[in-house]
């Protein structure tokens, strides 16, 4: 496995009156990417954010990568704006659009970098054929919507057979897991193959973000 492993604290779980100290506190303790989570209420049954507040992140940390995951459905509407606002990586739904192969193609035309994510009912073998279009596969873990859920072990399966019909191939594609995420997940899932990490209550439970973004790092050791 060639990928780079990178964890990303999802902002879901911070502080939202706090938000651009909570940003440039995880940047400065070493998170270099941080997870922006927004939900329509329609494709999700919640709401988080809109361009307004990535524009405002953006301000907050303008070294940080973001990565934007849209839980909304015609993502395409939103991407233009989510890019004018600063985002450097944008993820959208496989089940939100009919036109997942123009939606990558456009995030990719922009230059950034596109990916795709399934929620846990759909089956993995749909994303074969994205596989040299995307950036980027994202696995759910949870169903999309809400923090602090259970993470969902038969995911591994999914990212397992992703990375290896990917590596058949000679395809290098980041894999990323999302939802319940902690040290132990995050470590099972690199065994799978995934190689991003994404992990909103975890991370922000933990007192000194400086030690979990080192013991997130230390993960990458399991790299084979
Ligand atoms: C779920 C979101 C995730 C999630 C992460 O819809 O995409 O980013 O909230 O939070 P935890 O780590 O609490 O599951
Ligand atoms: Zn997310």
């Known amino acids: 496995m060639k990928e780079f492993i990178q964890f990303e604290p999802s902002m879901i779980a911070a502080d939202w009156a706090r938000m651009g100290e909570e940003a440039k506190s ?25 361009p307004a507040l990535v524009k405002a992140i953006r301000k907050a940390v303008p070294k940080a990568i973001l990565d934007v995951h849209l839980m909304i459905y015609n993502p395409d509407d939103y991407v233009e704006k989510f890019i004018e606002a600063g985002a450097d990586e944008i993820t959208f739904h496989l089940e939100a659009t009919e036109e997942v192969e123009h939606v990558l193609n456009f995030i990719r035309v922009c230059g950034k970098k596109s990916g795709l994510a ?13 596989l040299d279009i995307a950036d980027k596969l994202l696995i759910m873990t949870v169903e999309p919507g809400f923090g602090g859920q259970a993470f969902m072990p038969e995911m591994l399966d999914k990212v397992k057979f992703l990375r290896d019909s990917a590596t058949k191939l000679g395809i290098e594609i980041d894999i990323q897991v999302d939802g319940g995420i902690d040290y132990e997940t995050g ?13 909103g209550t975890h991370f922000f439970k933990q007192k000194d973000r400086k030690e979990a973004v080192c013991k997130y790092n230390e993960l990458r050791k399991l790299k084979k």
């Open 26 to 50: 995880c940047f400065e303790a070493g998170a270099e990417i941080l997870h922006l989570d927004v939900m329509d209420g329609l494709f999700v049954p919640n709401l988080t954010m809109g």
């Open 118 to 130: 399934i929620r846990p009912e759909t089956t993995e073998t749909l994303l074969l054929k994205y």
């Open 187 to 199: 470590r099972l899932s690199i065994e799978a193959g995934a190689n991003r990490l994404v992990t």
